[in-house]
């Protein structure tokens, strides 16, 4: 079992990218993998409820969403308006966790 | 003689064009969270990317014309600054051709550039290597 941290920057509106990035962590996690999957920039919108169906299975299968704060903000998305069990985090959670060895991370 | 690179936590590529998204907002924010951190963090820039560091911006941006009192630093300022005040934990390295074939060859001092045929060399010397911007 592997640690990864998989960073989405682009979002649904992107096209069929996101889709099958957010497809990759679906499948890490129910292979069993731990993963975190990183939503910034306007890949935030990813978390707004129906958005990008494959995160509803992600969080299913064990996956966690984080979604960047400071990016939401700058879309004025309040949590309150994103899928309910994503969690708002900082830069400094996403720089801890790509600091941790065991982690493999990728930007898309 | 081969200048040595210095073994770092992360590095960061930025390759996408720098001003068509957040990616530099986002780079110079998980750089400085990495930082803050006490990593050790490497930031090799190529294509458009290499313009941020161009001697040519000076220290700050054009006037705003609607507010022409306040000054707003440059991409080339912000690194600079950045690189002071972590001396000996980070290092950002400018693609000697992607800079030449833009018309930014002429960098500021405290950068350094480096041949594509290194790029191999400087993923090696970091742990972890996240490339931004181009897919």
Redo the contacts between chains.
């Keep these: 079992m592997t640690d990864h941290l998989l960073i989405e920057s682009g979002g649904p509106q992107t096209g069929p990218a996101c889709e099958r990035f957010v497809g990759d962590a679906v499948r890490l996690a129910g292979d069993g993998h731990r993963v975190v999957l990183f939503l910034v920039e306007n890949g935030v919108t990813a978390a707004l409820p129906g958005a990008a169906p494959g995160i509803e299975t992600f969080l299913r299968d064990g996956g966690e969403v984080w979604v960047d704060t400071f990016s939401a903000a700058q879309r004025a998305l309040p949590a309150a308006d994103l899928a309910a069990d994503v969690r708002m985090v900082e830069m400094d959670d996403v720089a801890a966790k790509l600091l941790e060895p065991q982690v493999r991370a990728v930007w898309h | 003689m081969a200048r040595p690179i210095p073994a770092t936590?992360?590095l960061l590529n930025l390759f996408g064009a720098p001003h068509q998204?957040?990616?530099v907002t986002?780079a110079l924010?998980?750089a400085?969270?990495?930082l803050?951190?006490g990593?050790r963090v490497q930031i090799w820039t190529c294509g458009d990317a290499t313009g941020l560091t161009s001697a040519a911006l000076g220290d700050t941006k054009p006037r705003d014309l609607t507010d022409l009192e306040r000054r707003h630093p440059s991409t080339a300022l912000i690194v600079r600054d950045l690189l002071a005040d972590h001396p000996d934990r980070l290092y950002w390295y400018v693609c000697r051709f992607c800079a030449d074939d833009r018309g930014a060859a002429d960098q500021i001092p405290q950068v350094s550039k480096r041949s594509p045929f290194l790029f191999a060399e400087h993923v090696k010397a970091a742990?972890?290597a996240?490339?931004?911007g181009v897919?």
Excluded: I, N
């Design positions: 936590d992360v998204s957040d990616l986002s924010r998980l400085t969270a990495l803050d951190r990593a742990d972890k996240l490339v931004m897919c």
